[in-house]
T-cell receptor, first 115, second 114 residues
Framework: NAGVMQNPRHLVRRRGQEARLRCSPM?????VYWYRQLPEEGLKFMVYLQKENIIDESGMPKERFSAEFPKEGPSILRIQQVVRGDSAAYFC?????????????FGSGTRLTVV | QKEVEQDPGPLSVPEGAIVSLNCTYSNSAFQYFMWYRQYSRKGPELLMYTYSSGNKEDGRFTAQVDKSSKYISLFIRDSQPSDSATYLCAMGGSGSGNTGKLIFGQGTTLQVKP
């Protein structure tokens, strides 16, 4: 079992570019969560997706951020026109059930640096 | 006021000490309580999961939940240098509308010195 796979591990983007972060959930998991961790802060919920559906996007910034989890392939978190404040570690987690209250399995994260 | 408060530390203890980590929260709807361990530059790893009030023990780790006080704790017995990490508490609700979103504390950085 390969666990939750995130790539790339590190991503550097210039201001104004687009960032695409990928997450492949654990085998058999169809629920994906994205969290952001700013320096010296805990994880902040961004979005919860099931295959082809966004279930809860209450933590997503209203502009520039979007997420998808297609029928085939990984979940994608997309940040358009990145700014320095987007620099953070982005973690994906997966769960076999929708509630997610049995504890997620997290990936190792993508560290985004905006220069 | 944050929904979940956790002292960021750092907390430094000698090897073999008993470590106590704590979180307080304000939302009485929380029913699920977790502790995650995060090593530097790694993803969080689930350590303990408890539902509602009570205690749960797993090896050297004990999690306690006191819903009446809105207070949760993680105890580590016979701490080891390999326990040096950041410990994050996390909480989730239940009932209709619960999407499994977790609210995390800021994390407490623990250093266990040999």
């Amino acid at each position: 079992n390969a666990g939750v796979m995130q790539n790339p591990r590190h991503l550097v983007r210039r201001r104004g570019q687009e960032a695409r972060l990928r997450c492949s959930p654990m085998k058999g998991h169809s629920h994906v969560y994205w969290y952001r961790q700013l320096p010296e802060e805990g994880l902040k919920f961004m979005v919860y997706l099931q295959k082809e559906n966004i279930i809860d996007e209450s933590g997503m910034p209203k502009e520039r951020f979007s997420a998808e989890f297609p029928k085939e392939g990984p979940s994608i978190l997309r940040i358009q026109q990145v700014v320095r404040g987007d620099s953070a570690a982005y973690f994906c987690a997966s769960s076999p059930t929708g509630a997610g209250n049995y504890g997620y399995t997290f990936g190792s994260g993508t560290r985004l640096t905006v220069v | 006021q944050k929904e979940v408060e956790q002292d960021p530390g750092p907390l430094s203890v000698p090897e073999g000490a008993i470590v106590s980590l704590n979180c307080t929260y304000s939302n009485s709807a929380f029913q699920y309580f977790m502790w995650y361990r995060q090593y530097s530059r790694k993803g969080p790893e689930l350590l303990m999961y408890t539902y509602s009030s009570g205690n749960k023990e797993d090896g050297r780790f004990t999690a306690q939940v006191d819903k009446s006080s809105k207070y949760i704790s993680l105890f580590i017995r016979d701490s080891q240098p390999s326990d040096s990490a950041t410990y994050l508490c996390a909480m989730g609700g239940s009932g209709s509308g619960n999407t499994g979103k977790l609210i995390f504390g800021q994390g407490t950085t623990l250093q266990v010195k040999p």
